[in-house]
């Protein structure tokens, strides 16, 4: 377990971490979440100990280590940039922090090979970084890190450097490695599908403090501000009310939508809209739709029902609802 | 997991520069694709040019060496006294040049990675050796070092005299290769490796050294070639004594004042070898080293 205590971290005069406190439960998987400038980097980077906090403190497992170096935090870290020895074999890189703690070379041998099988580089082995692709280097890293058995395993925005086919394949892998290897991990990253595809808790960072911390769902369905809710999921503004896209109903009349909102129970406004351009994305349908007060606005709804109903540019519709959260506060919306 | 692997590209090694001129006159008004002939151009003039001043003065020199035959050209390279010069020049050079390796990397790493008042000014004085006259380098040590030494500190016409001079003028050397290696040093490698538990000696021992070592090898090569000949800034602290400090280029000198213009150019041609095999040979040794890290994304 991981314990942030009121960290405090500022570069001149921007504030980087404004006494944030955060618990991450031992063998969780955590993201944390957040537009860049919001500090999660440097969070991570804290608890790490690759960056000193001017106030707070972070235990990890118990132990208070604000004031330890990282070489005995017993941490792995992994770069967006891999950080790899460029010098070295792969073989040679897993090894690293194995070699440096000398310990016997047929345990080190055994060990490696075990970590390339597991992150799918076993004949990689002597290969140098240069000869690998995106991927193959970030989980070398990851071998690496996983190497020196790491009480908790730190991954700064991993998977940013990769396309987006790459990304979305190394997440679900790195998802299933961390159901078999159970290491508390906490994952920096900018992008909310990120998030909410690998992590099982979510912390979300604006300018240096913690909006919400919460499970996937909860964040999604419930978000307890504005900022949580444009950040984690599309969003479209209905009024006075931010809204999810999908939520969005359209009808050809306001007494039909009047009723309809009744019986399904909703509140919330009534938006008069003319539909400007109806775009079909595969399984869903995207429509893009003008407020009579001007607000541009996205509906998305599945393919099925865009064929029933046959929405067309240029129709004048009624839009409500089936969710909304409170009237949008004064806060700012990303 | 079925990311595709990068194929394994040959690392870009530079044409062996002997190609060129050869190239060139054999393509002469051939003209290739991509340009109207500027290609075959720019080799052309890169070729008559490296041949003029490089090449046609070599061979000159070459010649001159052997207008005694081989056997007067070994009875000058091996007379007593310029095996002496020969030996007091690489000698002091190698040290010169393995101090520089160790200064001048520390040099270059306070200037990277410290920051300290004056430190553009520091930076910007690294070069003066490279603007100043030898010979104002010279007179600069002699005034501090010499006879009149207002420190007291006597190095005129010793080993050590010749080794501060050689050390002065080529302190840029290292500090200059090293530098911009330095800077784009990715700093998150260092980090990684905190994490893993290495020390900061293992740090730099394992992890920045071998990425410095490129830079490092080809700085000491150009630091060595220049103190092997050096003349200007050893002329008036060295003391000229023959077989204590007389180096190679003083020995030339000597040669040709006595007018033994063969015995000059034998010497030269022995020295030059000298260079061009260490410089060759260290080359060699920066490519293997930078090898694997080549073709980097």
Redesign the interface.
Known sequence: MITVTDARKTYGDFVALDDVSLEIPAGSLTALLGPSGSGKSTLLRSI?G?EDLDGGNVRIDGEDVTHQ?????G???V?Q?Y?????MTVRDNVA??LT??RRPKAEVARKVDDLLEIV?LDGFQHR?????????RQRM?LA??L??DPQVLLLDEPFGALDAK?RA?LRR?LRRLHDEVHVTTVLVTHDQEEALDVADRIAVLNKGRIEQVGDPVSLYERPENDFVMSFLGAVSRLGDRLVRPHDIVLERDHATAASRQAAEGAVGPLVAARVDRVVRLGFEVRIELTADDGERFVAQVTRAEAERRRYTAGEDVVAWALRSEEPVGAGPVA | MSTTTQPVGAPPSPAPPSAAPARASSQGGRRRRGGPGGRALGLGVVGLWLSLMVLLPLAALTVRSFDDGLSGFWAAVTAPAALAALEVTLGVSVVVALVNAVMGTLVAWVLVRDEFPGQRVVNALIDLPFALPTIVASIVLLSLYGPNSPIGVHLNATRWGLGVALAFVTLPFVVRSVQPVLIELDREVEEAAASLGASNTTIFRRVVLPSLAPAVISGTGLAFARAVGEYGSVVLIGGNIPRETQVVSQYIQQQIEIDSPAAAAAVSVALLSVSFLTLFVLRVWATLSQRREASTA
């Open positions: 790490a690759l170096p990282p070489q005995h935090r941490i792995g870290f770069f940039h950080a790899a020895f460029k010098h690293f922090g440096i703690r799918g140098y970084p240069a000869q690998l692709s995106g991927g193959q890293a690496r890190a190497a020196v790459v394949d892998w």
